[in-house]
């Protein structure tokens, strides 16, 4: 998991320090608007564009690959989010350029499931993923694109960071005569919980409910605190129907919710 401190529209490596949680499930990837260097046959780079983990893109081998995603009425972008891969290779790096301009220089990677990139906004044509160096030909499953939602609060204490909310379902191991065997995990995610307080009723019920009114509700990319914990990042998805609750006289409001994600 990364978050990129690079600064798109001045470059001079400026980094980026905000600890308002993101919510990036804005998405302007589509089958219509992503092409690839090469891909296997089926596992097109058009899976990309699948919110789905269980499908993906393939590189016909370890050739530097280059991702294009065109942006032709110049939505707002300010971060691209990519899961379920396999570029945490050594000598692996991950180049992200807007217009043609290097946003993000080569960046190795050391997470094996979900990244996160993080922007100032821009709205660029064409949004390029260099992908070289690879010992192993490229693989990922999803790709967002967009302008994320910050939250309004900043999140304290007595939240648990997803990536250390572990959820195992597993086999344990042991012989009839009591001695330890091992262990066989069956399933594995990442879940947390997120509350927040003290919401303005307008900004709720513009920026934060159209999350939740999604339908289909599709995952997003979670940053629970980037400028301080810039790797606690995860592809997670909404458990339950959140409901808002009015919490003070004046109007402000208060929601929590829980996530799952891919371990």
């Not at 046959?41 to 499908?55: K, L, R, S, Y």
């Not at 993923?129 to 309004?152: D, Q």
């Amino acid at each position: 998991m990364y978050i990129s401190n690079s600064l798109v529209l001045t470059l001079q490596g400026i980094g980026i320090n905000d600890n308002a949680g993101r919510l990036c499930y804005k998405n302007i990837v589509t089958s219509g608007v992503i092409s690839a260097t090469s891909e296997v046959v089926g596992f097109p780079i058009t899976n990309a564009a699948n919110p789905a983990t269980w499908a993906g893109w393939e590189a016909v081998d370890t050739a530097a690959q280059t991702i294009t995603i065109e942006n032709p009425l110049r939505n707002n972008i300010d971060y691209l989010g990519i899961a379920r891969h396999n570029l945490a290779q050594a000598g692996l790096t991950v180049q992200i350029k807007f217009d043609g301009v290097q946003v993000q220089a080569p960046q190795e990677v050391m997470d094996t499931q979900a990244l996160l990139f993080l922007f100032e906004e821009a709205t660029p044509e064409v949004v390029e993923i260099v992908i070289a160096g690879a010992s192993n030909p490229a693989k990922l499953a999803v790709i967002y694109v967009g302008e994320s939602t910050r939250l309004e609060r900043n999140i304290y204490v007595g939240h648990t960071p997803i990536n250390y909310g572990r959820d195992r379902n597993v086999i344990n191991g042991v012989s009839q005569s009591g001695e330890w065997v091992g262990e066989v995990t069956l399933n594995e995610t990442l879940s947390t919980s997120v509350n927040l307080q003290n919401l303005t009723p307008t900004w709720y019920r513009e920026t934060l409910d159209p999350f939740f009114k999604q339908n289909p509700r599709n995952p997003c990319f979670w940053a629970w605190r980037p400028g301080g914990y810039p790797t606690e990042v995860s592809y997670c998805w909404v458990e339950g129907n959140p409901r808002p609750v009015n919490q003070r006289a004046n109007g402000m409001m208060s929601i929590d919710w829980k996530f799952r994600g891919i371990a």
